[in-house]
C-alpha cells in the first residue's frame, strides 16, 4: 500500500488571476489536478500581509467535489458561482452513479442530505424518491453525508458509511490553517515536501522522493503563491525547512519560463509524484 498524498497551497493563489472568471477557471484546474491523481486532503494556509481568498477558494474547490445532483440543494445562487457550473466536472466515482431508483443496487455508494419527516431519517441522494436512513444513524438535518444501500429496490435503505470503508476514491476534503506550521503540526504528516526553485535538482533526489512516496504514510507536498516561494513563506513564519521537517526539491529545474503559473505547476508536479510513486512500488513489490 503507498502513501497518501495531500497538497497545501496558499490562500492567495488565485490573485494572478483578473476577475471571477478567470480566478474560478484557476480553481477548476486545481480541482482537475487533486482529481486526476486521487488527492484526499488539500489544505490551505495564509501567507502574512498578502491577498486572503481562502473562503472563495474554499467554496470553489468544495462546489466542485459535490456530485451536481446535489449543487443545487447545497449552495443557494451567489455571486462567487456565477461562472463555477462553466468549468469541466471532475467525473470521479462519487459523480457517476446511476440517476433512476430502478438501477441502484445494494451496496452503491452516493453523497446524500439528510432530511426528517414526521421524525424519520431519510436522505436524498439525487433520485426520484428520498429514501430511508438507518435509524442508528445520529445525523443531523440538512447535514451531508455519504451512505451505502443496504437493500435495493423495491424496499430501499441506507446507513452511512464512512470514508475508510468506501475502497475507492471519493474526493478530496478541503481544510483551511493559519500557517504551514498549524498545518504540519495537525496533520502529522510522515513526509513534506516543499516545491521551489530553490530546491535540489529532481534528477538529484528522485530515488528518495520515490521511496518516501511509495510507503504507508502521509505525504504532503506543499506549493508556493504567484508572488512568493516558499523559502520566503517560511522566513515570514520565522521558519526553516526542517523546523516542520521539510525536505524541498526542484521539480523543474529546466524551465524556459520565467515563472510556473500555480495551476501548471501543481498539475505538472503531481503528475511527476504519481510516477515516482509508481516507480517506488515497483521496487519494492520487485524485493
Do not use: C
Not at 494556509?45 to 467554496?59: D, F, G, Q, S, V
Not at 502529522?188 to 530546491?199: E, H, I, M, Q
Amino acid at each position: 500500500m503507498h502513501s497518501e498524498i495531500w497538497v497545501a497551497i496558499p490562500s492567495n493563489v488565485l490573485e494572478d488571476g483578473s476577475g471571477l472568471r478567470a480566478k474560478t477557471e484557476k480553481a477548476g484546474a486545481i480541482a482537475r489536478a487533486a482529481a486526476i491523481f486521487g488527492i484526499q486532503r488539500i489544505y490551505l494556509y495564509n501567507i502574512r500581509h498578502t491577498l486572503n481568498e481562502a473562503p472563495l477558494i474554499e467554496l470553489l474547490l468544495n462546489y466542485l467535489v459535490l456530485p451536481q445532483y446535489l449543487r443545487k440543494k447545497v449552495y443557494p445562487i451567489r455571486e462567487e458561482l456565477r461562472f463555477a457550473g462553466q468549468l469541466p466536472p471532475l467525473k470521479i466515482p462519487s459523480h457517476q452513479v446511476p440517476k433512476s431508483l430502478a438501477l441502484v443496487n445494494k451496496g452503491d455508494i452516493r453523497e446524500g442530505i439528510v432530511i426528517f419527516r414526521s421524525g424519520h431519517a431519510l436522505v436524498d441522494v439525487g433520485l426520484e424518491m428520498t429514501i430511508p436512513l438507518a435509524l442508528s444513524d445520529t445525523a443531523r438535518q440538512s447535514e451531508r453525508v455519504t451512505v451505502v444501500i443496504t437493500s435495493g429496490p423495491p424496499k430501499i435503505s441506507s446507513r452511512v458509511v464512512e470514508r475508510n470503508e468506501i475502497g475507492q476514491y471519493w474526493g478530496y476534503e478541503v481544510i483551511k490553517e493559519e500557517s504551514l506550521k498549524a498545518i504540519v503540526s495537525r496533520s502529522r504528516p510522515t513526509s513534506v515536501l516543499l516545491t521551489s526553485r530553490k530546491g535540489t535538482p529532481l534528477r538529484e533526489i528522485w530515488m528518495d522522493i520515490s521511496e518516501k512516496v511509495s510507503n504507508d504514510g502521509k505525504f504532503l507536498v506543499i506549493f508556493g503563491s504567484p508572488r512568493f516561494g516558499l523559502f520566503e513563506v517560511l522566513a515570514g513564519e520565522n521558519l526553516k525547512p526542517t523546523d516542520i521537517g521539510a525536505f524541498a526539491v526542484n521539480l523543474f529545474p529546466d524551465q524556459n519560463v520565467e515563472t510556473v503559473r500555480s495551476e501548471e505547476a501543481i498539475l505538472a508536479g503531481l503528475g511527476i509524484l504519481n510516477f515516482l510513486r509508481t516507480v517506488g512500488d515497483q521496487r519494492v513489490s520487485a524485493k
